[in-house]
């Protein structure tokens, strides 16, 4: 509420209550109508038959199915072309090293229409139920902090509909940013809340250098991590190695994240199982946006104990024309790739752009809602998570502490 203390209630909304076992192998989901009371945008109460006062406000959730808020852990919103004129992807012939020649060449000519760009992506993100957002933002010696600047800027002005935190990305190389001292500028900044790094090998030409510098920037300005990791075979999985080491010895189990991870798709099953072990230990958690070639196999991942976060990344830019922004497409694409096709499979999908949360825990016990839980919800006309993952429902109503802040 807006400081008035008044409960407000989200009526007629379908919840999951449970597994029904009773038939062999087919599993259903039980549901049934409830009411939610919020108050200074959490939870209070959860009641089947709430009369609210005729004082209190009320929402009517039309009987749509509740679902925990979307959270995009890694999300570019600067140097695209969504919200601009329609450009599709020039080719390339080297990858990587390519797309950052390229992008050297138009940053500066971007700055002025990347707030216009950034509000279109986050109205498409938040509109289809994103209330959270890991916003990757160039730092670079092109253009040093203006991108930083700008976008914080537009986040700010977002901050009714959704929360954020920026991760610090050196996409031109963590070596060469650093020698123009941009990241430990960067650092400073109150609104960045991670250091991002990039491929140590073949972009920065010294696996260990260019690690020690992300984790000594990190520890002394104590922040947490996320490493794009594209490099593929025993390249990129001895990198995975050596994050997992730095991220030990340098205490920050927990703190760490690895975006992309293809080298996870390049290797045997035991190898897989080996590296997953690991980045359990430590607590580091692999974001994938699930690509149609190269993702990571998620279901082997998270059965190992790895926290998993399908994710947007890049929507329309120089690096991709594709991407709807849609999350619940995401989960559902990664449900697919990977054939998890069964109830229980698919609900349990849907905590991969949650972080971590699902209304049922796979043996059918309740997780979520309950009070004391931030009223962060997407209403979806659907019977089920397991079905939603599944078809995708456009109609959304998404709420942020309690307040309807997009609805379509």
């Known amino acids: 509420m807006k400081g008035d203390h008044l409960m407000r209630w989200l009526t007629n909304i379908k919840m999951e209550t449970g597994y029904d076992f009773s ?23 959860i009641e089947k038959d709430a009369v609210p006062k005729e004082e209190e406000t009320v929402i009517d959730g039309q009987g749509y199915l509740l679902l925990p808020a979307f959270a ?19 080719p390339v012939a080297n990858g990587v090293q390519d797309r950052i020649r390229e992008e050297e060449g138009f940053l500066l000519n971007f700055l002025e229409s990347t707030p ?34 700008c976008v914080y800027e537009v986040l700010k002005k977002n901050s009714h509909r959704l929360e954020y935190e920026i991760v610090v990305f050196p996409q031109h190389g963590t070596l060469a ?16 809340t991670a250091i991002g790094g990039l491929d140590p090998a073949t972009i920065d030409g010294d696996i260990e250098a260019s690690l020690k510098t992300v984790f000594d920037l990190a520890a002394a300005y104590q922040k947490q991590i996320d490493i794009h990791l594209h490099d593929g075979g025993t390249l990129g999985l001895f990198e995975m190695h050596r994050i997992v080491d730095y991220t030990e010895k340098y205490q920050m189990e ?17 190898e897989i199982i080996r590296i997953a072990q690991r980045l359990s230990q430590a607590g580091i958690a692999i974001n994938s946006a699930v690509p149609l070639d190269g993702a990571p196999n998620l279901p082997l991942l998270r059965r190992n104990g790895v926290k998993v976060h399908v994710v947007n990344d890049n ?40 972080r971590g949360v699902a209304p049922l825990s796979w043996e059918g016990e309740l997780q979520w809602p309950k009070p004391g839980d931030p009223a962060d919800f997407v209403l979806v006309p659907a019977e089920s998570a397991a079905h939603a993952v599944a078809r995708v429902p456009q109609e959304r109503v998404v709420i942020f502490k309690g307040e309807v802040v997009s609805q379509k």
């Open 23 to 45: 038939r062999e192998n087919n599993i259903r989901t039980k549901t049934e109508y409830a009411a939610i009371g919020i108050e200074d945008g959490v939870i209070r109460a």
């Open 72 to 90: 995009d852990n890694h999300i570019h919103l600067d140097k695209g072309h969504y919200g601009g004129p329609w450009q599709a992807v020039v």
């Open 116 to 149: 216009e760009k950034a509000q279109a992506l986050i109205d498409l993100v938040a509109g289809n139920g994103a209330t959270f957002l890991k916003v990757q933002v160039n730092v670079d010696p092109v253009v040093g902090l203006k991108n930083l600047e």
């Open 177 to 192: 940013t650093e020698a123009k001292g941009w990241l430990t500028e960067a650092m400073k900044h109150p609104a960045v």
């Open 254 to 270: 927990g703190r760490v994240q690895i975006s992309h991870g293809f080298c996870l798709a390049d290797h045997p099953e035991k």
């Open 315 to 354: 929507i329309n830019d120089h690096w991709s024309p594709f991407g709807t922004g849609d999350l619940l497409q995401r989960a559902s694409r990664g449900a697919e790739k990977f054939d998890q096709v069964d109830e229980r499979s698919l609900a349990q999908c849907l905590s991969m752009v949650t």
